[in-house]
């Protein structure tokens, strides 16, 4: 896999919308805040697969606190490139939140319908606090008004890849942030 921009017509890797690193840096930045704002406490970040296990495990080495990781897998159905809202928990969390300062560890926030999903799944199990962390939203697009506590960066409403994000499990091993080309169906008449 290169970090550089296609080289041919069925490569869909657009350019680089964030270098890895401008996303080291903010992750560090994030880890800061989030050891501030919990001190004294012990925190359970719950990352949601597979997407966001990248970003959860650089996040978790920069937060200095007592912190467990615990993950999740949801389907949602619909395309590859959109949300339908219809949402279902595939692999639930092996912890108990009860109690827990609970860290939602999510890679990116389209329309919001994931998260508002799984928020109120969550908060159902009687958390002590339950914030929300993305590393990335696409701010005009959400549809469900949802509080991210901790934002990494608003983007445009262009689909991206790299970092943990995929288009159909592929790209999720680059460094970098890449826009996605979509090309123009073709017109079959
Ligand atoms: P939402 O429910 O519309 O907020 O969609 C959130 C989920 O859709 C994320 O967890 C991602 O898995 C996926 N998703 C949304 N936008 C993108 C994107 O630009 N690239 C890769 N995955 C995306
Ligand atoms: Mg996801």
Redesign the pocket.
């Known amino acids: 896999m290169t970090r550089d921009a296609p080289r041919s017509t069925e490569d869909l890797l657009g350019p680089i919308m964030l270098s890895a690193e401008t996303i080291a840096s903010k992750v560090k930045e994030l880890g800061q805040q989030i050891t501030k704002d919990y001190q004294n406490h012990e925190l359970l970040l719950v990352a949601?697969l597979k997407?966001a296990s990248i970003f959860a495990s650089d996040l978790m080495r920069s937060i200095d606190l007592i912190t467990e990781i615990d993950f999740i897998a949801i389907s949602?159905y619909g395309s590859t490139t959109k949300?339908s809202g219809v949402v279902r928990i595939v692999k639930d969390l092996d912890s108990d939140l009860t109690d827990r300062d609970v860290l939602i560890v999510?890679?990116?926030?389209?329309?919001?319908?994931?998260?508002s999903y799984l928020k109120r799944n969550l908060l159902s199990r009687s958390p002590r606090s339950l914030e929300i962390c993305s590393l990335l939203v696409?701010e005009e697009k959400q549809r469900t008004k949802i509080n991210i506590r901790y934002i990494g960066f608003e983007i445009p409403d262009n689909?991206?890849?790299g970092y943990g994000?995929?288009?159909g499990q592929k790209y999720r091993n680059l460094p970098d942030i890449h826009k996605l080309i979509i090309p123009e169906r073709e017109n079959p008449h």
């Open positions: 949601i997407g949602s949300t999510e890679d990116i926030v389209d329309s919001g319908l994931t998260l696409k689909f991206v890849v994000l995929d288009i």
